[in-house]
């Protein structure tokens, strides 16, 4: 099966950081390129980043640049979001996903996505 598994998520003070993965399971996910999205309760899915599949390539939503890192490692099959300095309002659910002919910003444009995992940030 072709799956994609998001994981690093969890509870973390405001000016914290996580690690964010995203592990392939079923296909090679250095062939895809990948975005990590965002979705919070009552608002619409909002894209973070995305690498292409050589990861030469990287892209980041403007208000996502400066805390926001994306990277890959082949070796794992894992892509990674890194995330500092923690906000209350980055608090949502984080999804990756995988397309196969370029990275885009927009939700509709993948056609694989993962189960999320969770981020809260809170004092």
């Known amino acids: 099966q072709l799956q994609l598994v998001e994981s690093g998520g969890g509870l973390v003070q405001p000016g914290g950081s996580l690690r964010l993965s995203c592990a392939g399971s079923g296909f090679t996910l250095s062939y895809y390129d990948i975005g990590w999205f965002r979705q919070a309760p009552g608002k619409e899915r909002e894209g973070v980043s995305c690498?292409?599949?050589?990861?030469?390539?990287?892209n980041y939503a403007d208000s996502m640049k400066g805390r926001f890192s994306i990277s890959r490692d082949r070796a794992k099959n894992t892509v990674y979001l890194q995330i500092n300095s923690l906000k209350p309002e980055d608090t949502a659910v984080y999804y990756c996903?995988?397309?196969?002919?370029?990275?885009?910003?927009?939700?509709?444009?993948?056609?694989?996505w993962g189960q999320g995992t969770q981020v809260t940030v809170s004092s």
């Open positions: 690498i292409n599949n050589s990861g030469s390539s990287t």
């Open positions: 996903a995988a397309r196969a002919v370029g990275c885009s910003s927009l939700s509709r444009d993948y056609g694989y």
